[in-house]
C-alpha cells in the first residue's frame, strides 16, 4: 500500500514549473512553438493530459512566464531598501529599470514572444496577466503620487493615467530589444528620459493653468 | 525631486534645435547692439559679449555631456573667448542637472552587482556636485569620507554625435576657421571618449598621484578600485575650499605665492619628468584643505607627451630662441607653425606672429621668478590674441598652423596661467 503511493508521487514529478522549462528550451532552441501539445508531451514522454492540469495552450505558458517577469520585478525593488523613501517617480524608474535586468535572464525568449500589438487597446492573450500585475503596480504608484502631489487628478484623464504608463513600457521594451549600445545604456537613458516625461505630464503643468485661467475668465464674465 | 532638472534635451534633434536657437540669438543680438548703436555710440562690445555669453551659457548650461565638455574647454581658452564669456562659461563647470536615484542604483548594480546601501554606510540620495559627464555624491565607509563619481549613461556613445553639431556652430560662435577646428575637434574627440573610461582614469590617477607623491603640500585623494567600474569611481572626499572661495577669505600674500609655487612645480614635474600631464586645470580641480594643502582631483584628462614634440616645443621656451642670429624659422616649420605653401610674403607675415607670441609667452619661462598677479601682462596676451584673431590674413587661411599634440599643453599653461593670475602668485619658475 505505502509503496503504491510513493510510486503515483514519483509519476506525478512533472510539475507546472518543469512544463514550462521544457517548453521555453523548446521555444529557444526550435526558435518556434511545438507543433501541438501532443508532441510536446510525447518528447517529455508524458500523456497530453498531464499538460492540461496546469495549462490550457502554450499562450498559457507564455502568460505565465510574463506574468513572472513582473512578480519578480515588484518583489525585487519592494526588497530594496532604499524603494520606501522614493517618491512615485522614482518607484516607477526603480520598477523600469530592476524589469529591465530582470529580462535581461530571458532576453532571447523575450525577443521571440515580444510582439509590440498593432492596435494598443488590444491586449494579447499571453501579456495579459503581465499587464494585470504592472496595471496593479502603477495604479499603486498613481494614488501614491496622487497623494504627494506629485501626480495632478484630472477629470476624466486621471482614470486613463496607467493606460499611459502601459503604453510606455511596451516601448521600453521594444526600444530594449533594439538597442545595440554596450551593456544596453542607451535603455537605460530611454527609461530615464521618459519616466521624467510622462511623470511631467501628469504632474501640474502650464495647461491646468491655462484651463484654470480660462474657467477663472468663463466665470467672470 | 526639488533641484533636479525635469526635462533634459534629449534627442539629437532636440540638441541641434537647442544650439539653434542660440545661433539665432546670439545673431538677434548683433542686431540689436547694431540698432542700439545707432542711437548709442557709446555702447561699447563689452555689452554685446555679456548678452552673448549670456545666451550661449543658458543653453550649453542645459547640455550635459560632452557640449558641456566643449563650453569647458572654450572657458579654458581665454584667448578664444572675449572676457565677457569667461566667467559665465566657468560657472558651467560647475553645475549640470542630476540624474535620478533610480539610476544611481541601476548604474551599481550594473557594475558592481550590488546596491550603494551595500556597499556603502551612508549614501547621498542627491548628487552634492556634477562633473560634466557624470555626477559625484557623497559616502562613507568605514569611517572614511569617500567621492563617488558616476557616469551618465550612453555619454560615450553621444560624443561623437554631439562634437558634428557643435562643429558648424563653434566655428561661428568663436571666430574658429575649419581647418584649425577639425584639428582641435579631432584631438579632442579622442580625448573625450578617453574621459568617459573610468577604470583608464583610477589606472592613471594612481599611477600619477604614486609619483607625484613626494612632491610637498599637495594632497591627492586615495582611490579605491575594489569600488570603482567602467563607469564608477570612488576615491577619498577632500574637504576645503575651491580657490575663489579661498581667495575670499583674504589670505596673505606669502600663502598665495607657496599655493601657486606648489602648483607650478606639479606641473613642472609632470611635464619634464613624467611626460605625462593633468590636463584639465579648471579651478573646479583644486581645493585648498583645511590644513593649507593644495587638494588635486580628476585625473580623467590626462595629455601624454610624445619625445619628439616635447624637444621641439620647449626649446621655443629657451632663452636663446630671441636672439636674433637664432635659426626660428626651421623650428616653426618642425611644429608645423610653418608650411611649405606658404608664399614669402605669408612666411614673413606668420613668423612675425609667432615670434612675438611665444616672446610673450614663454616669459614666465625666460626669468628666474615670475609675477602671475601682474594684470599688465595677461591684458598683453589678450590684446595680441585679439589683434591675432582679427586679422584678415588668420581669419582667411585655410591651413591649420600648429601641432596636435600642442592643444592640450597649450590649454594646460592657459589654464596654469589663468589660475596663478587668480591667485596673483609670485612663484619661482626655473630651479
Known amino acids: 500500500m505505502e509503496k503504491a503511493a510513493k510510486k503515483k508521487t514519483t509519476k506525478r514529478s512533472l510539475s507546472a514549473a518543469a512544463i514550462m522549462k521544457a517548453y521555453k528550451k523548446h521555444l529557444l532552441t526550435e526558435g518556434s512553438q511545438p507543433a501541438s501539445?501532443?508532441?510536446?508531451?510525447?518528447?517529455?514522454?508524458?500523456?497530453?493530459?498531464?499538460?492540461?492540469?496546469?495549462?490550457?495552450?502554450?499562450?498559457?505558458?507564455d502568460a505565465e512566464l510574463w506574468k513572472s517577469f513582473a512578480e519578480r520585478?515588484?518583489?525585487?525593488?519592494?526588497?530594496?531598501?532604499?524603494?520606501?523613501?522614493?517618491?512615485?517617480?522614482?518607484?516607477?524608474?526603480?520598477?523600469?529599470?530592476?524589469?529591465?535586468?530582470?529580462?535581461?535572464?530571458?532576453r532571447s525568449y523575450v525577443k521571440l514572444t515580444f510582439k509590440r500589438p498593432d492596435k494598443p487597446e488590444l491586449v494579447p492573450a499571453w501579456l495579459k496577466d503581465f499587464k494585470k500585475a504592472f496595471d496593479n503596480f502603477s495604479m499603486e504608484v498613481i494614488?501614491?503620487?496622487?497623494?504627494?502631489?506629485?501626480?495632478?487628478?484630472?477629470?476624466?484623464?486621471?482614470?486613463?493615467?496607467?493606460d499611459g504608463l502601459w503604453l510606455q513600457i511596451l516601448f521600453i521594451i521594444s526600444f530594449w530589444l533594439r538597442d545595440t549600445s554596450k551593456g544596453f545604456e542607451r535603455?537605460?537613458?530611454?527609461?530615464?528620459?521618459?519616466?521624467?516625461?510622462?511623470?511631467?505630464?501628469?504632474?501640474?503643468?502650464?495647461?491646468?493653468?491655462?484651463?484654470?485661467?480660462?474657467?477663472?475668465?468663463?466665470?467672470?464674465? | 525631486m526639488k533641484g533636479e532638472q525635469t526635462s533634459i534635451p534629449t534627442s539629437k534633434v532636440q540638441r541641434a534645435t537647442r544650439f539653434?536657437?542660440?545661433g539665432a540669438k546670439v545673431g538677434g543680438n548683433y542686431i540689436k547692439h547694431y540698432s542700439k548703436k545707432m542711437f548709442d555710440a557709446e555702447l561699447s562690445r563689452d555689452q554685446l559679449d555679456n548678452d552673448n555669453a549670456e545666451d550661449i551659457y543658458d543653453s550649453l548650461s542645459e547640455l550635459k555631456g560632452s557640449a558641456l565638455k566643449v563650453a569647458q574647454m572654450l572657458s579654458m581658452d581665454k584667448n578664444v573667448l572675449p572676457t565677457a564669456y569667461q566667467d559665465k562659461f566657468a560657472m558651467s563647470q560647475y553645475s549640470a542637472p542630476p540624474l535620478s536615484y533610480p539610476l544611481v542604483v541601476q548604474t551599481f548594480r550594473k557594475y558592481l552587482g550590488k546596491s550603494p546601501e551595500d556597499l556603502f554606510d551612508t549614501f547621498t540620495k542627491e548628487a552634492v556636485n556634477a562633473a560634466s559627464i557624470g555626477q559625484v555624491h557623497k559616502a562613507t565607509r568605514d569611517g572614511k569620507t569617500l567621492a563617488v563619481k558616476i557616469q551618465y549613461p550612453g555619454v560615450a556613445d553621444s560624443i561623437s554625435s554631439d562634437l558634428k553639431i557643435v562643429r558648424p556652430i563653434a566655428a561661428r560662435m568663436f571666430k574658429i576657421s575649419t581647418a584649425e577646428l577639425e584639428q582641435y575637434i579631432g584631438e579632442v574627440e579622442s580625448k573625450l571618449i578617453e574621459e568617459t573610461d573610468y577604470s583608464l582614469e583610477l589606472k592613471r590617477s594612481m599611477e600619477i598621484t604614486g609619483l607625484c607623491g613626494h612632491l610637498e603640500g599637495i594632497e591627492f585623494p586615495t582611490y579605491y578600485p575594489e569600488l570603482s567600474s567602467d563607469r564608477i569611481l570612488v576615491m577619498d572626499w577632500i574637504n576645503g575650499l575651491h580657490i575663489k572661495e579661498w581667495l575670499a577669505t583674504n589670505p596673505?600674500?606669502?600663502?598665495?605665492?607657496?599655493?601657486?609655487?606648489?602648483?607650478?612645480?606639479?606641473?613642472?614635474?609632470?611635464?619634464?619628468?613624467?611626460?605625462?600631464?593633468?590636463?584639465?586645470?579648471?579651478?573646479?580641480?583644486?581645493?585648498i584643505t583645511d590644513s593649507g594643502k593644495l587638494g588635486i582631483i580628476d585625473f580623467g584628462c590626462v595629455k601624454e607627451i610624445p619625445e619628439d614634440f616635447y624637444e621641439q616645443y620647449f626649446k621655443l621656451m629657451k632663452d636663446d630662441v630671441l636672439n636674433p642670429d637664432y635659426n626660428l624659422k626651421d623650428l616653426f616649420f618642425e611644429l608645423g607653425f610653418l608650411s611649405d605653401k606658404d608664399t614669402e610674403k605669408e612666411k614673413a607675415f606668420y613668423l612675425d606672429i609667432f615670434t612675438e607670441m611665444i616672446e610673450l609667452l614663454g616669459r614666465p619661462f625666460r626669468s628666474k621668478t615670475f609675477d602671475f598677479g601682474d594684470d599688465t601682462y595677461f591684458k598683453q596676451i589678450f590684446e595680441v590674441g585679439d589683434r591675432v584673431s582679427k586679422m584678415k590674413e588668420i581669419r582667411n587661411s585655410k591651413t591649420a598652423r600648429g601641432n596636435r599634440?600642442?592643444?592640450?599643453?597649450?590649454?594646460?599653461?592657459?589654464?596654469?596661467?589663468?589660475?596663478?593670475?587668480?591667485?596673483?602668485a609670485k612663484v619661482i619658475t626655473s630651479h
Open chain 2, 20 to 22: 539653434l536657437k542660440t
Open chain 1, 73 to 106: 520585478t515588484i518583489k525585487a525593488i519592494k526588497t530594496d531598501k532604499a524603494y520606501d523613501g522614493y517618491g512615485a517617480r522614482e518607484k516607477m524608474l526603480a520598477f523600469l529599470f530592476t524589469l529591465v535586468e530582470v529580462l535581461r535572464k530571458d
Open chain 1, 143 to 162: 494614488e501614491e503620487g496622487i497623494g504627494s502631489e506629485e501626480i495632478i487628478k484630472r477629470p476624466i484623464l486621471s482614470e486613463r493615467y496607467h
Open chain 1, 187 to 221: 535603455t537605460d537613458a530611454a527609461i530615464e528620459k521618459s519616466a521624467n516625461l510622462s511623470f511631467e505630464l501628469m504632474g501640474r503643468g502650464p495647461l491646468d493653468l491655462l484651463f484654470d485661467f480660462g474657467k477663472f475668465l468663463y466665470q467672470n464674465k
Open chain 1, 37 to 61: 501539445v501532443f508532441v510536446f508531451m510525447e518528447q517529455l514522454n508524458e500523456e497530453e493530459e498531464e499538460f492540461y492540469k496546469y495549462f490550457s495552450s502554450f499562450e498559457a505558458i
Open chain 2, 405 to 424: 599634440h600642442g592643444l592640450y599643453i597649450n590649454r594646460t599653461y592657459f589654464g596654469l596661467y589663468n589660475l596663478l593670475n587668480e591667485l596673483k
Open chain 2, 252 to 287: 596673505s600674500q606669502e600663502q598665495k605665492n607657496e599655493i601657486g609655487q606648489r602648483l607650478w612645480d606639479f606641473y613642472d614635474f609632470q611635464i619634464h619628468t613624467l611626460k605625462q600631464v593633468h590636463a584639465d586645470p579648471h579651478p573646479g580641480n583644486f581645493m
